[in-house]
């Protein structure tokens, strides 16, 4: 009997002690887990060299495990905090039993500068961003990143010098202003109501000699104003009039009446080359969607694409002017109806160009090729860069003689015409683009626009 007591008591002891360590290992990780200080990682998108009139932060917080929860921002001058400002994140929180998951992220763009902190003064100030996760670190409190700035403050803004004089734009058409800019801007350009156009070095010796070839886009109205705008890295903004005047222009209107043949043709192809998009279960219903929402998307790819430009002039001839009938013309209004009612309304930025079968398309000017492939309403499409924001787009081609990085020269092959994307025939769709914008191709086939808009301002320069 004694023996079997021993070893029950030994087992009981036994036990206690695995619990006891159980118990222990519990709490260390729970202690661990509740001091923890660690928080969301802090990236600042463009940080600020100082702070001006208008400086924002462009602030990510990002954790792999637990959620942002919270991100601040403090403005501090003579130990005085001068501006606060939070964003709560509205995420649920993640259940401790189910680690893992997506990361959690946090972006947010606030304004720092003197608009919104009156009484900032020039001299230095200190910008305290934190960023709080809803883990048990802190006791319960989450984690927490905080990243101090100490920067300059000062809010002269850029000055900025018109050199051109006159300058008659047509509506959805284009011209170049020259100007300009202090030492230490940033960004500079014309803004068209809320079109920006970038401006680039007349040469590389002469930086703050600007140019800016700048757009009346066919939206805008003719009242628009246009001011020459340059910016430094605090955010300070200098503006600048200049003397223009805009031609308005009438555009086309058309009625294209939609037929299942035809839908049946387009849809298919683009729904199949465009893994982003959703069967609707309805052939109407997908044209809609083609024709509207990958309109806009293809736009704003078009946009991304004219970041990729180079900051000198890649040509020097006129633009080429394929030798084919004109069957639609830019801004052409066009009416959509099936079956007798009207179901959408768009507009056609561009020139359709038709002649034989799969006929020879040529590089309207030397440039780079930035895209080679297939793009949405576009089909089979070329798009060159011709520098300082200026690119031209073949699209609806049967085949591509060129791919993204070819450097290629005025008349060169680029490809055949075709009926991808949304054409109605074999075609050719050809559009000049600025800053990713559709403008009117007219002007740049002119010689003597392309001399009294472009030529001439540089000659002064040696250009």
């Known amino acids: 009997m004694s023996k079997l007591h021993d070893k029950s008591e030994t087992g009981v002891g036994m036990a206690l002690i695995f619990l006891l360590l159980v118990l222990v290992v519990i709490f260390v990780a729970l202690g661990i887990k509740v001091m923890s200080r660690q928080g969301p990682g802090i990236i600042l998108n463009k940080p600020p060299k100082g702070l001006g009139i208008k ?51 946090a972006q947010w763009t606030v304004p720092v500068g003197r608009e919104v902190t009156p009484g900032l003064k020039e001299g230095r100030a200190t910008v305290r ?74 040469k590389e010796s002469m930086p703050e ?50 037929t299942d043949d035809f839908m049946n043709r387009v849809v298919p192809p683009i729904l199949g080359q465009t893994p982003e998009m959703r069967d609707e279960g309805s052939l109407l219903k997908n044209f809609l969607e083609i ?24 040509w020097k001839e006129p633009f080429l002017r394929l030798p084919s009938k004109t069957e639609a013309s830019f801004a052409d209004y066009r009416t959509y ?12 930025l561009g020139f359709d160009l038709a002649g034989l079968e799969h006929m020879l398309v040529r590089a309207s000017n030397d440039g780079i090729v930035v895209f080679a492939g297939f793009l949405g309403i576009f089909g089979n499409t070329v798009v ?3 520098g300082c924001g200026i690119q031209s787009l073949y699209g609806h081609m049967s085949s591509l003689a060129v791919k993204e990085g070819d450097h290629v020269k005025r008349e060169q092959e680029i490809g055949r015409s075709g009926q991808t994307g949304l054409a109605g025939g074999d075609h050719l769709h050809l559009t000049m683009l600025l800053d990713g914008i ?26």
């Not at 400086?55 to 130990?79: C, M, P, S, W």
């Not at 109806?337 to 056609?348: M, P, R």
Request: charged residues 20%; hydrophobic residues 35%.
């Open 438 to 463: 559709s403008v009117n191709p007219i002007e740049w086939w002119d010689p003597h626009w392309i001399h009294d808009r472009i030529q001439a301002k540089l000659q002064p320069y040696g250009q």
């Open 337 to 348: 109806t099936y079956n007798g009612e009207v179901v959408d309304h768009q507009t056609h």
């Open 384 to 386: 060159i860069d011709h």
């Open 209 to 258: 000699t600007r140019l800016c070839v700048f757009a009346f886009p066919y939206n805008v109205g003719p009242s628009t104003p246009a001011r020459v705008v340059a910016r430094d890295d605090a955010g300070n903004e200098g503006l600048a009039n200049f003397t223009y005047r805009v031609f308005p222009k009438k555009f086309h209107t058309d009625t294209i009446t939609l």
């Open 55 to 105: 400086t924002e932060l462009v602030v990510e917080a990002r954790d792999e495990k637990h959620n942002v929860k919270e991100l601040a921002v403090e403005v501090i001058q003579g130990g005085q905090v001068l501006h606060q400002d939070r964003m709560i994140s509205s995420a649920r929180p993640r259940r401790w039993w189910r680690p893992g998951g997506a990361p959690s992220t």
């Open 129 to 202: 961003i934190m960023a709080l996760n809803d883990s048990w670190g802190r006791f319960f409190r989450g984690g927490r990143t905080e990243v101090v700035l100490e920067l300059p403050v000062h809010f002269q803004p850029p000055q900025l010098g018109v050199l051109t004089s006159q300058h008659y734009i047509n509506q959805g058409g284009c011209d170049m202003v020259l100007f300009t800019v202090s030492p230490g801007t940033t960004e500079s350009g014309v803004q068209v109501g809320t079109y920006f156009f970038r401006s680039f070095p007349v």
């Open 291 to 314: 024709n509207g929402p990958l309109r806009e998307i293809d736009a704003q790819r078009l946009v991304e694409l004219s970041k990729h430009t180079a900051s000198t002039f890649l």
